[in-house]
């Protein structure tokens, strides 16, 4: 499976980023689609995540300014950020639990995956 995030980078406070993960890889569905972040010194958290079904979990912390969404015919989850603050800095991770896949040889497997992370970094 490959994972392709898209859209990091540097904004000021008060600006805007979208961000994108598009999964590829013999997938046959995806239970949920995320985001997490790690700001410096920080443990890794959610951001949001939204089911297979479009219920959506938000972090506290972006409720009201982010917004998730997800096309399951192109396995890709975006994340719309608005409203950016400082605090909002970090590297952002995309996750995709329960991804069900076809390997080589016709065995169907469901494994969760991470991104490598896409860096966007808030000025004040």
């Known amino acids: 499976v490959q994972l392709v995030e898209s859209g990091g980078d540097l904004v000021q406070a008060g600006g805007s980023l979208r961000l994108s993960c598009a999964a590829s890889g013999s997938i046959i569905s995806i239970n949920d689609m995320g985001w997490h972040r790690q700001a410096p010194g920080k443990q890794r958290g959610l951001v949001a995540a939204i089911t297979a079904g479009g219920s959506r979990n938000y972090g506290d912390s972006v409720k009201g300014r982010f917004t998730i969404s997800r096309d399951n015919a192109k396995y890709t989850v975006t994340l719309q950020m608005n409203s950016l603050t400082s605090e909002d800095t970090g590297v952002y991770y995309c996750?995709?639990?329960?991804?069900?896949?076809?390997?080589?040889?016709?065995?169907?497997?469901?494994?969760?995956?991470w991104g490598q992370g896409i860096q966007v970094t808030v000025s004040s």
């Open positions: 996750y995709l639990k329960g991804l069900g896949r076809l390997r080589p040889g016709g065995a169907y497997t469901v494994n969760d995956y």
